[in-house]
């Protein structure tokens, strides 16, 4: 699937969102409170800035009949996070290396890794659609990475 297909569903999520907004608003002390908590659940992290993106460098690797993965690296606290996100499975790779736990979160799940003595980890199995990762090294503070699309 190409871009196009990713902005389809996009398109598909905003009408649901819309028609869901009008028949069903959520009551706005509500939403306000969960923005509130959902800003606090990830209050002890710091948030991983994105320092490199293979889409960013080559925009025909995007086009998935090509075959190749999503290489994204994330930086925070003296931590990279390099990733190469593929199909249903993720692997990744801690500098400086080490054990740590790695929560692959979802919208409605969540999945616990551990990385080993080099820093490599694995996940697979993942469905299509956002994902982060919420990194804590041993020792370490944790430090969460921005929604990707799988």
Do not use: C
């Amino acid at each position: 699937m190409d871009d196009e297909g990713f902005d389809l569903e996009d398109e598909l999520e905003d009408e649901l969102r819309e028609i869901a907004g009008l028949l069903d608003p959520v009551p706005p002390a509500l939403l306000d409170d969960a923005m509130q908590a959902f800003t606090l659940r990830t209050l002890d992290a710091e948030l991983a800035a994105l320092t490199f993106d293979s889409w960013d460098e080559e925009p025909s690797t995007r086009v998935r009949g090509a075959g190749l993965p999503r290489l994204l690296t994330f930086e925070a606290g003296g931590v990279a996070v390099e990733l190469e996100v593929f199909a249903a499975r993720v692997v990744g790779r801690l500098s400086p290396e080490g054990p740590a736990e790695i929560d692959v979160q979802r919208r409605d799940e969540e999945l616990r890794v551990r990385s080993d003595e080099l820093g490599r980890f694995t996940a697979d199995g993942l469905t299509r659609g956002p994902l982060r990762l919420r990194v804590t090294p041993d020792g370490g503070a944790p430090i969460v990475t921005s929604w990707t699309r799988l």
